[in-house]
């Protein structure tokens, strides 16, 4: 993917201070008193990290605290790109249309972006990757994706995940794993014989031998 077929939107303003305070959006990523380039780095991977949630690389604009604004393109791997050229403007709209039936998915979508963020984080993290409660949180994302239409390849991710971090809780919190296993069926059906016969063997095995 060259920098010109990137999509026009998303654009991520990072933000850093003289005092070595950084935002993306607006949203604080590190404190007061931060080296300034500790500051730009730990910016840089938090944008990195919504490129890994959109699958693609992503365009940002870094505002220093001399006045300088870079246009970026940041990659899932974290790479940056310097463009010479401000980002294009954000195409138009499309009008709504005034009848007809409604588009499929009524999440919103600022919550599936903090649902999604927030298990990408979890299962990041060593500490949180395999747990009942990151097994919980995948799939409740999974089904809001799945609700709202989402992105189909991140809507994937995201169930595989869910089922992958399922598969490793299931015999140490047996309760939550079988809570889990037919929400995780109804996000299955359809192309995923194989761990949809995993939770089915399981399940099966679970449940007590009829007399």
Known sequence: MTTDTIPRTPVYTITIASSGAAMVDGEDVT????DH??????ALAEVRIKAALHGRPVRAIVKDVDGTALHLVVGVDGTTTTLAHPHPAPAEPTPEPTSGPAPAGSADPEVIGALTLTAWRAVSDPDTAYTPETADLLTETAEQLVTAGADRAETLRVIRNAHTVWHHIRDQDPETAAELAPRLLALLQGGHPRRTADILQWSTALSPAAP
């Open 37 to 42: 380039q500790a500051a730009r780095v730990a």
């Open 31 to 34: 404190a007061p008193g931060t």
